[in-house]
């Protein structure tokens, strides 16, 4: 079983890295095997809106992309999986753009007939539900504010992976980051931890 963590802050040892590690650590107690993808360390490039990729060969599992970067081997990886963990800082009330670069790209994992207007991409290699997502989301404004911070952020994360048959099992809200007591912060990351840790759990029993 093998469970990936994308990092969706530019910061690589800020507080959305170290939860992304308890969570993941957390799956590896478990028996998960784990990866961490740093996309501020990838090459992504943005998606230029040509849709070759939704509209390509039906039998590919990912469509192809005319871009030459870092995003067919992540996605092929990414397929591989059985779980994910996603963990973004919110930047101006949404995820960071480098999260939101990988998740517009994501679209080659959906296919489309060109002349299926106004319609919705379908999954390429559904999960069929067998797999599963957590979602880490951090924020200055403290947790009362999850609605409004928060939760943008989930659902900009959350609609791939409706279409994908990932089913989500938690989104955890660290808000009030800025100038958070260091008990605290050690509170939420043994959180983290756990739910990665319940993240296995999920995907063992929608395997077996
Ligand atoms: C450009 C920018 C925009 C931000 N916008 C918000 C925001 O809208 N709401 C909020 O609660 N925090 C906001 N923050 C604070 C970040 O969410 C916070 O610094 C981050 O979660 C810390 O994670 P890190 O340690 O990975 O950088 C913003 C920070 C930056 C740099």
Do not use: W
Request: proline share 3%; with cysteine.
């Amino acid at each position: 079983m093998k469970v990936i963590g994308f990092l969706g802050s530019p910061r690589l040892s800020g507080i959305c890295a170290r939860l992304l590690d308890c969570a993941l650590a957390g799956a590896a107690s478990k028996g998960a095997e784990i990866k961490r993808f740093d996309l501020i360390k990838m090459d992504i490039r943005h998606c230029m809106g040509c849709c070759k990729c939704m509209f390509d060969d039906p039998s590919l599992k990912i469509g192809r992309c005319p871009l030459s970067d870092d995003m067919a081997t992540i996605l092929e990886e990414y397929l591989a999986a059985d779980g994910y963990i996603m963990a973004s800082p919110v930047y101006d009330g949404s995820v960071t753009s480098l999260m939101k670069k990988f998740l517009e790209r994501k679209i080659a994992l959906t296919y489309r007939p060109q002349e299926a207007y106004a319609k919705i991409g379908e999954a390429r290699a559904p999960a069929e539900f067998k797999k599963r997502v957590a979602m880490i989301v951090t924020g200055n404004c403290s947790d009362e504010f999850r609605e409004v911070m928060g939760d943008p952020c989930f659902e900009m994360m959350e609609a791939h992976f409706m279409i994908e048959q990932v089913m989500t099992t938690e989104k955890m809200y660290v808000g009030g980051v800025e100038n958070m007591a260091d008990a605290v912060r050690e509170e939420k990351c043994a959180a983290a931890h756990a739910m990665g840790a319940r993240l296995v759990d999920e995907i063992r029993a929608a395997q077996t």
